[in-house]
């Protein structure tokens, strides 16, 4: 919605910039937190869900490298915010979903290359994020499996 486009995209004069990347780039990152926090929350009105995921991930596809090469401090934030938990437990336990289309395939529907940028920056703090875990083992065990095994 409107709100999300507020945070990703200011014109300027002739310049679009996006205030997310600006305060990336300048170091500030606790407003970069409060955007991405901000972006990654899901509300509600009486018509629709509103969720900024994919305007985020649409205006800057490649988020996650920036995020790995110059602001790595943010990248919980941006993980835990494409994971939904419910408040409610039914028999002991807590439906969650995971938001993962962006870390798997992009635009064009080609794979994407975000977890090469997560290996990229080698931290293994990282690496071990519940949803990495989860996309690295659909990888395995839906393609690299087969391909690994049988050639």
Avoid at 4 to 11: F, Y
Avoid at 76 to 103: E, K
Wanted: hydrophobic share 45%; glycine share 6%; net charge positive.
């Amino acid at each position: 919605g409107k709100r999300a486009m507020w945070m990703l995209n200011v014109q300027v004069g002739t310049q679009s910039i996006s205030p997310l990347l600006w305060a990336i780039e300048t170091g500030s990152l606790d407003a970069a937190k409060a955007i991405i926090v901000d972006l990654l929350t899901i509300r509600a009105d009486r018509d629709r869900y509103y969720y900024g995921m994919d305007a985020m991930f649409g205006r800057h596809e490649d988020l996650i490298s920036r995020l790995c090469s110059d602001a790595p401090a943010l990248l919980p934030n941006l993980l835990d915010g494409l994971i939904w938990r419910s408040r409610t437990t039914d028999y002991g336990q807590r439906r969650v979903n995971y938001y993962i289309r962006h870390l798997v395939v992009d635009s064009e529907g080609k794979f994407s290359k975000a977890l090469s940028w997560f290996i990229a920056s080698s931290d293994p703090k990282i690496i071990c994020h519940p949803i990495l875990c989860l996309v690295t083992d659909l990888f395995w065990s839906r393609l690299c499996f087969r391909v690994f095994f049988f050639g």
